[in-house]
Each structure stands twice: as structure tokens, then as C-alpha cells.
């Protein structure tokens, strides 16, 4: 039987405010806003778990070293992985509530794509194949760090099977590992983008930017270094394990998290210098509704100084990116940033004629609700594969 | 004490050349300067060299520059008064583009020369004390002492594996 940790009961409590606040709200008065809640935080939480996992095939590709066990513990988040594919299928219950073209008569023949059959199945593939080639590249890889029989349960027993007795011969897993991490970084690329296109940009179905899947999988990237680095500190703060890494690993991921908060503003930009160049009314009439209306533009200026003039301006610093205390907090305010970043996007379509921004304790709940689940995620993984969690001070694979 | 006479130990590997700094600093002769044909961070350590200043002035050059920028894109745009698709005359949106090249562009220069400045660069003497072994693959370290005591310096980098090699003023010598 698996030890009980303290976070057991924390997680588990997080999850249960979660559902309840969920199933009250969809319950209740206005589902709408409990759906558009969970849309949010299904792409925001889905997102740091595949961006998480991208850290670690763009580790292997590169044949980086500097990493060290930072790419075991972004493994850790294919642990949500499925969760993340139960919550899409959920999401199909509620279309009607998300999608405010299903409720449009004149789509202008975009009809083809945009039917609800149609968009599910798609991204449902997609996403099976993003998830599918994750897995294998984490079969793979823990081939090349785990040893069988170690731990039991459920993952594991599924590892273990699959290994059989067979000899391992590391040479060949090394390049069908090299060759899964590269797989996975097209499937991102694609997947993303279709996630991108047809769960945010089809929500006000006459505005097109082509660079909108572009800048999706980029913002998942972004967010997922974030929470790799909030895991990370946070379980080399944490005294009950032996997991420990040096200054130079912070400083290393906190330099990688600095580049992406500058791309991920230079793919917003390119968008919009773009559309300021175009000056096309189906165009820019998605830019002044969000930046210059009441009440989103107070949002979008926050949004801004959050995610990109903060971090840039204190991760400048050398020694900031080697606190992990300070950057739990600042990647978590970032993280936060990029949920409301969601909901500028998605809000206006959802409430075009409000003067107030439309935001509650229920939306806080359910967002902690989708953390909890992320937790409890991550730490069943780690339950299932303890190794990855317990590399010493210093130690580089 | 006086130190008139100077010593310098030539390595083969960075490790006999970290082994000499060390022992270097637990003698009384001062360390002058080392020699690396390599990035050295284990030498770096040894010597606690002082963190560069030279991030400074690349940070006072990207901020220069991104204001410069700006302010050309502007001046120019103001200088032809041209309204262009109903666009005003000084649009930010695009200007950042010249804001952005002209932060790099500005931090690169802060950069160069905090380097030269750091560095103390360029240098149009040649070194004083200096062999040209150290342009190849070798480490050296050189330290300085009194004229008597040079034969304990040339012991210290000898027992590290190194060759030796004295100058004084006048003429230089080579030992073994």
C-alpha cells in the first residue's frame, strides 16, 4: 500500500472545491460561465503538461547536458496526459456553452470546418497522437533510467509488461528516443496549433491570424517551463525527498524561460503589426475590442506587464533565477497571467455586450479544482516511477 | 618585499596549472597573471577573479539603443510629414521593430566595449613577461619575488609538473 504524503489530503481537497463548484455552476442559473471556466483551464493545465513534456524532448534532441534531471522531472508531466484527454471528451457535454458559432447562421461557408462533429474528431485524433507519441518517448526514456520491479502499481505494472525480459541494448533505445523526442516535437507543433485554431480563434469565427496556432504552441511552451520550474524548486525546497539541484540548473532553466517570455511576446507582436499594417475592419476589430473596450482593456494591459515587461525586466538578473522561492512566485504569477490571458481571448465572444469583467469565486474554484487534478497527476506519476525524483546534488545523466 | 625578479610556470594540463595557483596563494609570493588556451572555469576560481562589469554595459547599451531607435524612427517619420494609409505620422506599433533592432544593435556595442574596457584592450605593448608556448596549447601562471628567493618559486611550479621559465629585467632565461 502507498504511503500517504501530507499533499494527499490537500490535492484531494482541491479536486472536491473543483467539482463542486463546477457541477453547482453548471447546475445553476449559468452554465455558460462553469463551462467557459472549464474550457480555460482545460487549455491552460493541458497545456503546461504537453509543454512541460516538450522540455525534455527538446533536451534529448539537442543532446543538451545541462539539463540534468530537470528532463526526468518534465516527464512527469505526461501524468497528465490522460486526465487532460478525459477532460476534452467532458468538454463535448459542453459545446453549446463554448462555442458561440453554433449559435451563428451566417458563417460564410465555413460551415465545412467549422461543425461540431467534425472539430471533435479532429482534435480528438490529434490529440491521441500528441499523447500516443509522449508516451512512447516516455517509455523510452524511463527504459534508460528505470530499472523493473522497482515500485509497484498501475504504470508501472503496464512498464514493466511491456519490457518483458528482453536484453536492453541503451545504443538503439538512445535513437528511437531521439527519434520519438523529434515526433513529438511536430505533433506538438500541429496539434497545438489545431488546439489553438479550433477551441480559441473559431470562438469569434470571423477573425483569421494564421499566426494564431504559432503563438498557441509557443504560450504552451512558455507555461510549460513555468511549471516545470515551480515543480522543480518546489521539490528542492521540499526536506522529505533527495531531490536536489544546483544553482547553475536554476540558473540554466530560468535563462530558457527568459528567451520564451521573449518570444512569446515577439509572436503577439508579429500579429498585431500585422493587423495594424492590414488595417482591415474584420481584422482589427478583434484587437480594439480587447485592448481598447471597457472592461477588457485594463486586462490586456495587465496581461502585458504580468507576462512580459515583469519577467523580462527581473529575470535579467542573474541571481534571481537561481532563488527558487522567488521563482515559484513568479512563474506562478505568470501562469496566472496566461489564464487570464485565456480569458481575454475567449471573454469577449462569450460576453460581448458586458461592462464588467466577467469573472467570480467560481471561476477561482474551478481553476483549483483543474490544479489539483494536475497535482495529483504529477505525483501518482512520481509515485509510480520514484527514480526521477531522487537525484542527488550535482548529479548530471 | 621586494619582487623585481618574475616566474613563470608552464603547464601542459589545466589541472597542474590550478594545482600551482593553489599553492601559489598559500605561499607569500603575489600571483601576477595566469594564461589559459581555453575558457578555464576551474583557473577562473582558483584566480576568484571578480565578477565582470561588462553585463553593465551591455545593459546601458540596450537601453540607449532602444530609445535611440525610437527616436530616429520618429525623427525621420517627423522630417518627411508623409501620411501614409491613414496612418499618423508617429505610429509606436512599428517602431518598435527599429526600438528592438536598435536595442540589440546598442547592447552589442555596450558589450564591446565593456570588453575592451575589462579587458583593458587594446593593449599596443606587447606582454612583458611572456613566452609564445602560451599561444599554443599550454597554461601558464606567472608570480613574482625577490631576486634570493627565486629558486623557491621555481621549485613550487616544478613540483606542479611544470616548466619554468625566469625573467628579469634585462635578459630572459630558461630553466628546467
Known sequence: MQKKTPLQPIIAALIVVGVGAFIFGVMGRNPDRAWQ????????????????LLFSTVMTTTRAKWSGPLSGLSEAFTGFFPVSFVLFLILFLG???????????????KEVWLNLPFLFTRDLIGLLILYGIGFVYLYHSLLLKVEPGDADGAFRSIFNRLQGNRPRDPERIKQRKGVFSILYMLAFALVLSLIGYDLVMSNDP???????GAYTFVKAFYVGLGGLIIMAAVMHLYPGNDFRLDDAHFHDVGKLFFAFCLVWADFFYVQLVVIWYGNIPEETAYIIERTMAIPWRYLAWSIFVVCFVLPFCILLNKKVKTMPKFMIVLCGCIITGIWFEHLLLLGPSFHP?????PFALSDVLISLGFMGLMLAAVSFFFRQFPELARIGKGEVR | MATDTYVMGIFGSEDQAVAAVH?????AWPLVRTHSPIPSHKLAEAVQVKKSKAGWYTLFGGIIGFFSGFALAIFTAVRWDL??????????????????????????FGNLIGFLHQSKLPRLANLKHYDSRLSGEHFGVLASCAADQQDGLQDLFRKNGGDVRVFDEQTPTNGR
Open chain 1, 37 to 52: 471556466a472549464y474550457l480555460i483551464n482545460f487549455l491552460l493545465w493541458s497545456a503546461i503538461a504537453q509543454g512541460g
Open chain 1, 95 to 109: 459545446a453549446p456553452h463554448v462555442f458561440p458559432w453554433l449559435h451563428s447562421h451566417d458563417l460564410h461557408g
Open chain 1, 206 to 212: 470571423h477573425w483569421i491570424s494564421t499566426l494564431f
Open chain 1, 353 to 357: 455586450e458586458t461592462h464588467v469583467l
Open chain 2, 23 to 27: 599553492d601559489l596563494k598559500k605561499s
Open chain 2, 83 to 108: 501620411i501614409v494609409s491613414g496612418k499618423p505620422v508617429v505610429a509606436l506599433i512599428p517602431f518598435v521593430i527599429v526600438g528592438f533592432e536598435f536595442t540589440i544593435l546598442f547592447a552589442i
